[in-house]
């Protein structure tokens, strides 16, 4: 079964951090790009960051910018997110997308099912 599996998530005080985990199973992730994306009560789903498949380029949206680093390691075949200083607003469903481009045009995508990051007092 191909999958990807999201975890790390819980419930945190404003301020403090988590780690967010992303492994993939039944595939590797070496070849692909990886994205996290949040989706909060009632809002569409949103990119938070990037990662190119070489690890090499990493692309941050501005919210998230100096709070939040991506990162991978394709050895353990797993994708992190480090998110500091979280705010309420950072309360949302965290997905993972794993997503490979062929050189001959198109590309295939796998999704997480999510893990939940609650940020409350």
């Known amino acids: 079964q191909l999958a990807l599996v999201e975890s790390g998530g819980g419930l945190v005080n404003p301020g403090e951090s988590l780690k967010l985990s992303c492994a993939a199973s039944?595939?590797?992730?070496?070849?692909?790009?990886v994205s996290w994306y949040r989706q909060a009560p009632g809002k569409g789903r949103e990119l938070v960051a990037s990662?190119?498949?070489?690890?090499?380029?990493?692309i941050y949206s501005d919210s998230m910018k100096g709070r939040f680093t991506i990162s991978r390691d394709n050895a353990k075949n797993s994708v992190y997110l480090q998110m500091d200083s979280l705010k309420f607003e950072d309360t949302a469903v965290y997905f993972c997308?794993?997503?490979?481009?062929?050189?001959?045009?198109?590309?295939?995508?796998?999704w997480g099912q999510g893990t939940q990051v609650t940020v409350s007092s």
């Open positions: 997308k794993a997503e490979q481009f062929f050189a001959e045009g198109g590309a295939r995508t796998y």
């Open positions: 990662i190119t498949s070489g690890g090499v380029s990493t």
């Open positions: 039944g595939f590797t992730f070496s070849g692909f790009a």
